[in-house]
């Protein structure tokens, strides 16, 4: 068979955006909003609309109890993932910037789900390697440096539970995977990374077009 996919253009992506059960919720408008006001720079570190929804439906069909974040920026991932969690679910946030989680912590608040939520900050690799022993997870979301993403996974999958879930954002790194050789050390980390996930034989994986491209990884 021939490929099979659709190219997205803006007209089809706003189609797409709309399209969500969340769509027009104001607490998530209002923080794409704020995150937008910080600057393009700034703000492209936001996840997009339709992987919030993704990671919602997710976390809630997986019945996910215990989660971990690498990477919280403003909080819009943190946020979708929180509130599919159980009343007694627990999210674990790791991120190295008390400024922009300040944001988050106000969303958090404002959503209620200050007792769901712990953030740990300071450099992601320390933190994890003090996580405390015998802390499990459910479901892991990594989206902070793209150099250390190996490093995460190593360090998080012994405490990922079998059928687990572990996922990456920008795995695609902005469409440039692909296109022959890649010279920066973000893009040869992620490119290192899919090809290793794709024959370890301790996950099942698949790189997913979402976005900027979603690793979705079952650990065995």
């Known amino acids: 068979m021939g490929t099979k996919y659709v190219s997205l253009n803006d007209r089809r992506y706003r189609y797409l955006c709309r399209c969500r059960s969340d769509a027009a919720d104001p607490l998530l408008e209002e923080l794409r909003a704020e995150t937008a006001a910080l600057g393009k720079e700034v703000s492209k570190c936001q996840i997009s609309d339709d992987q919030g929804t993704f990671l919602s439906i997710l976390v809630a069909a997986a019945g996910v109890k215990s989660a971990i974040e690498v990477g919280t920026f403003t909080g819009y991932s943190s946020l979708c993932i929180a509130r599919a969690l159980p009343p007694k679910g627990k999210l674990i946030c790791l991120d190295a910037s008390e400024e ?12 209620g789900l ?5 953030l740990r900050l300071g450099p992601a690799i320390a933190r ?11 479901f892991a979301f990594i989206d902070a440096a793209k150099t250390e993403y190996d490093a995460y996974y190593e360090l998080l999958l012994p405490r990922i539970r079998r059928n687990g879930l572990i996922l990456f954002d920008n795995m695609l790194w902005g469409g440039r995977l692909g ?8 893009g040869r980390a992620i490119d290192a990374l899919n090809r290793k996930l794709a024959s370890d034989p301790r996950v099942e994986a ?3 077009s979402v976005a900027d491209g979603i690793q979705f990884c079952r650990k065995r």
């Open 114 to 118: 200050q007792d769901r939520i712990e």
């Open 100 to 111: 922009w989680t300040a944001v988050a912590r106000k969303y958090w608040a404002k959503a």
């Open 179 to 186: 296109d022959g050789a890649v010279r920066q050390a973000n």
């Open 128 to 138: 994890l390697k003090r996580l405390e022993p015998g802390l499990t997870f459910d």
């Open 206 to 208: 698949a790189l997913l």
